[in-house]
């Protein structure tokens, strides 16, 4: 399977909204400080891979 953020193979994936990740990625998220500028980047994946959870989550489980 591939992580979800670097497109890289991965044997262990992390479950994250939906997406799969690596341990790497995972790492990355949680450790980035607001500060980083990396932080806006993972800011987006983030916001990115929680709208395609909720999109996903809406056509398996429709509101009546
Ligand atoms: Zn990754």
């Known amino acids: 399977m591939y992580c979800d953020f670097c497109q890289r193979e ?3 994936g992390i479950e994250l ?15 980035t400080p607001v500060s ?3 932080y806006d980047y993972y800011k987006e994946m983030v916001k ?6 909720i999109y996903e989550k809406t056509i398996l ?3 009546k």
């Open 10 to 12: 991965m044997d262990n």
């Open 17 to 31: 909204l939906g997406a799969m990740i690596c341990e790497n990625c995972f790492h990355d998220i949680s450790t």
């Open 36 to 38: 980083s500028e990396n």
């Open 48 to 53: 990115k891979l929680l709208k395609n959870y």
């Open 61 to 63: 489980d429709p509101v």
